[in-house]
């Protein structure tokens, strides 16, 4: 069973701070890889996806992906309130038009 | 991004009737969509693939007698919750991919909050 696991949380940060969220995850075929943002009562939104050993820049965010190891990270450089959420990852094994699967996400709460 | 439209956003409903939950890609065409359903506290869980023009494929578990999933044209899916009861009630999500895109990011809607009394 293809299986996507984050860090247990809530995760707590300081206003300013970096923020690191980590996923693994168990099939190693995994093609692409993405981080959603979900805010209470609210549905996902994405923030990034990374296909390709490395990282990935986007403003604040960056993704990082190591498939030798089948992990996948997103650091958030400056924390700020606004960025607290749930983060989930998902890995998407098979071609463009395969389904996603979710780890549960992990809460991040940035402390003004 | 593409943008998912669904509709309602929330709906209260008595036991024992139907709910239709309707899911639109406004900006482009989507010949997947895909249906989640959330509890409170948890995470996604997928319930069904819908394809346009054919039968959902649903997730072991899920009742395809119970949820009907209809995907009519490249635009429009619509989850339909039968004879509700109160353990149905969750956060129903739908997403979407972009037909033609290879970079495999699904786009979600805004999500449809079901209470069944």
């Known amino acids: 069973q293809k299986e996507v696991e984050q860090n247990s949380g809530p995760l707590s940060v300081p206003e300013g701070a970096i923020a690191s969220l980590n996923c693994t995850y168990s099939d190693r075929g995994s093609q692409s890889f993405f981080w959603y943002r979900q805010y209470s009562g609210k549905s996902p939104e994405l923030i990034m996806f990374i296909y390709s050993n490395g990282d990935k820049e986007d403003g604040r965010f960056t993704a990082q992906l190591n498939k030798a190891s089948q992990y996948v990270s997103l650091l958030i450089r400056d924390s700020q309130p606004s960025d607290s959420a749930t983060y989930l990852c998902?890995?998407?094994?098979?071609?463009?038009?395969?389904?996603?699967?979710f780890g549960k996400g992990i809460t991040l709460s940035v402390r003004p | 991004g593409a943008v998912v439209s669904q509709h309602p956003s929330w709906v209260i409903c008595k036991s024992g009737t139907s709910v239709k939950i309707e899911c639109r890609s406004l900006?482009?065409?989507?010949?997947?969509m895909f249906w989640y359903r959330q509890f409170p506290k948890q995470s996604l869980m997928l319930m069904a693939t819908?394809?346009?023009?054919?039968?959902?494929?649903?997730e072991q578990g899920v009742e395809k007698d119970k949820f009907l999933i209809n995907h009519a044209s490249l635009t429009l899916s619509t989850l339909t919750v039968t004879s509700a009861h109160p353990e149905d009630s969750s956060f129903y999500i739908c997403?979407?991919?972009?037909?033609?895109?290879?970079?495999?990011?699904?786009?979600f809607g805004e999500g449809s909050r079901l209470t069944v009394l």
């Open positions: 998902a890995v998407n094994a098979g071609g463009a038009n395969s389904k996603l699967t």
């Open positions: 997403s979407a991919r972009v037909a033609g895109w290879n970079t495999g990011e699904l786009f």
């Open positions: 819908s394809n346009e023009g054919s039968k959902a494929t649903y």
């Open positions: 900006d482009f065409q989507a010949t997947t």
